[in-house]
């Protein structure tokens, strides 16, 4: 990897890791802030949606925008944002400010994967690709464990309804990293000047392209429905069904993300090795079976509850490692983001729903086995849409004639260009 595939590196998982950041500090911050509102566990679950939703546009317009006037610059304004909306999450005063500004989070939220995710897999070699972006993905657990960490620092400084605050302040620090993207990362393909490409959403909905958009979209639908199925909840579970205290919790998630980072980083591996479906099948049907045992064996800090959550992460966030490979090479580099924006935001922004539904049906079938139904149903969806798409293992997504070093030399033929 030269240097200015590592920098790429480095800004996309910086990008993402506040994606898990900010995602999982607020289901962790949900049971204080449902005290401090005066709030359902249904209302909550909509709030959750509402900001899902959101991520359907964001990751519509960052795809558009990446593919008109390039990778870096738009992930560097998307940092931005995300950070800046992030903190001024801890200024609500109450349900609707908090919905506010969960929205203009959740549209940041959406815009920068495809973004980030277009960039590095660009970069990536064929043969590679799936474990570069499985390691990428894994930065989501890194920033799950940073905000576990923050979360039981500041909740033990301060009560619960002041802590979820502090919680919140924490994200405006990676705004403090844009400077360096915007003068250090470049993309690896020309992007064409904007009055000389054409709609690129559009394009997604035009010929052969337009079976494999809606067909990706549906598989992401389920992948992130089962995901948010469990994790959505997952703190609220614990303390209300499972009652474990602060600590209980804590021990717990910190075991599922440390199977969350052995899922995204293996599956990647995998990848490569047995190809996209055959493993996408694997962790699919392994997360479904590892949801049904969270549910139905008691949690009571056992060795063998542990191991379930530490299955439970390494199944249900693996099966997403290879989305970063296998949507870029399902499109081309003309609408490569906006593919891979629209694809995975929209059917996260589907799988909304689920946090939904879950937080509506607890109070009939109990919060457990709300979690169960939409967790299971969500694999069966995911695995079947998987195997109606092509199997892209090995496919190279940039062409010799797209990269800036070419064009660089195709306008000054005598230049001599080096990026390593």
Request: glycine share 12%; hydrophobic share 50%.
């Amino acid at each position: 990897m030269n240097s200015e595939a590592r920098r790429a590196f480095i800004a996309t998982g910086l990008g993402w890791g506040l994606d898990g950041f900010t995602f999982t500090m607020f289901a962790l911050a949900l049971p204080a802030i449902l005290v401090s509102f005066n709030m359902t566990v249904a209302q909550g679950g909509l709030i959750t949606t509402t900001s899902i939703i959101a991520s359907a546009f964001g990751g519509i317009v960052g795809g558009v925008l990446a593919d008109r006037y390039g990778r870096a610059k738009v992930l560097a304004y998307i940092v931005l944002l995300f950070s800046v909306c992030t903190a001024l999450t801890a200024t609500s005063q109450n349900m609707y400010q908090l919905g506010f500004w969960r929205i203009l989070e959740g549209f940041a939220y959406g815009a920068e994967w495809p973004v980030g995710a277009a960039l590095l897999a660009e970069y990536a070699t064929a043969k590679h690709r799936g474990r570069i972006m499985g390691i990428l993905q894994s930065a989501y657990a890194i920033g799950w464990a940073g905000s576990t960490l923050t979360f039981y620092v500041v909740y033990s400084m301060f009560p619960d309804g002041t802590a979820w605050r502090f919680l919140f302040l924490v994200g405006i620090l990676p705004a403090l990293t844009i400077f360096w993207i915007r003068r250090s990362v470049k993309d690896r393909v020309v992007i064409k000047k904007a009055t000389e490409s054409k709609n690129s959403f559009l394009m997604l909905f035009q010929g052969s392209t337009k079976r494999t958009t809606i067909i990706a979209t549906i598989m992401v639908f389920g992948m992130n429905g089962m995901y948010y199925s469990v994790f959505a909840f997952l703190p609220l579970y614990l303390k209300t069904v499972q009652n474990l205290s602060l600590i209980g919790t804590a021990t717990y998630v910190w075991i599922t993300i440390i199977g969350s980072f052995l899922g995204y980083v293996f599956s990647g591996f995998l990848h490569d090795k047995l190809g996209r479906r055959p493993t996408f099948t694997i962790f699919i049907l392994g997360a479904g079976a590892t949801i049904s045992l969270f549910i139905f064996l008691p949690i009571e800090g056992t060795m063998i509850a542990y191991a379930i959550g530490l299955l439970l992460g390494f199944f249900a966030s693996g099966q997403a490692g290879g989305l970063g490979s296998f949507l870029s090479e399902l499109f081309p580099t003309k609408m490569r983001a906006t593919g891979k924006g629209f694809a995975y935001n929209v059917g996260r922004g589907i799988s909304a729903l689920g946090p939904a539904f879950i937080g509506i049906a607890a109070s009939s079938l109990g919060l457990g086995n709300a979690i169960l139904v939409i967790g299971l149903a969500s694999c069966l969806i995911a695995v079947s849409m998987v195997w109606l798409l092509p199997e892209t293992c090995g496919k190279e997504i940039v062409e010799e004639s797209e990269t800036l070093v070419q064009s660089l030399l195709n306008e000054n033929p005598k230049s001599t260009v080096n990026i390593y």
